[in-house]
């Protein structure tokens, strides 16, 4: 189901909790929204919907795909650019990694590991951070 989009920066800078098994609606939720959004968005975290759980979806090369507790286990290549967000107005600069190593745990809640590179590890970094309370 497509939801409100949260502009709250107090509600966005909160870490969010470990996602469950039982989080799988929050994923699907997170899909229908970031198609609805799909001219200006190509990632989305749970707290972008209101929900405090680490939960990302994300466009890997024209693929919807959800992630649960992603984590950066590796990281190379490091760029700065500037970054813009469906909760935000404007856009603000970072540094990036052009290569990552991402655990994570899948739509059956299996434990995956997966190398990406370019503009989706790009797309995932953005969505982590929005996961860890940072705000870009
Ligand atoms: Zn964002």
Same mark, same amino acid.
């Given at each position: 189901? &497509? &939801?409100?989009?949260?502009?709250?920066?107090?509600?966005?800078?909160?870490?969010?909790?470990?996602? #469950?098994?039982?989080?799988?609606?929050?994923?699907?939720?997170? %899909?229908? +929204? %970031?198609?609805?959004?799909?001219?200006?968005?190509?990632?989305?975290?749970?707290?972008?919907?209101?929900?405090?759980?680490?939960?990302?979806?994300?466009?890997?090369?024209?693929?919807?795909?959800?992630?649960?507790?992603?984590?950066?286990?590796?990281?190379?290549?490091?760029?700065? +650019?500037?970054?813009?967000?469906?909760?935000?107005?404007?856009?603000?600069? +970072?540094?990036?990694?052009?290569?990552?190593?991402?655990?994570?745990?899948?739509? #059956?809640?299996?434990?995956?590991?997966?190398?990406?590179?370019?503009? #989706?590890?790009?797309?995932?970094?953005?969505?982590?951070?929005?996961?860890?309370?940072?705000?870009?």
């Amino acid at each position: 189901m &497509r &939801r409100p989009i949260m502009t709250s920066a107090a509600f966005l800078s909160q870490p969010s909790a470990l996602a #469950t098994r039982n989080d799988g609606k929050v994923a699907q939720d997170l %899909l229908d +929204t %970031l198609a609805a959004h799909a001219n200006e968005c190509v990632g989305m975290a749970a707290n972008m919907i209101g929900i405090a759980k680490q939960v990302i979806v994300f466009d890997d090369n024209g693929t919807a795909r959800a992630m649960f507790n992603p984590r950066i286990t590796a990281q190379s290549e490091p760029y700065r +650019t500037r970054e813009g967000c469906l909760s935000l107005i404007g856009e603000r600069e +970072t540094t990036r990694y052009r290569r990552i190593t991402v655990a994570f745990d899948d739509m #059956t809640f299996a434990h995956r590991s997966e190398d990406f590179a370019g503009w #989706t590890a790009q797309i995932i970094q953005h969505e982590i951070d929005h996961c860890n309370g940072i705000v870009i």
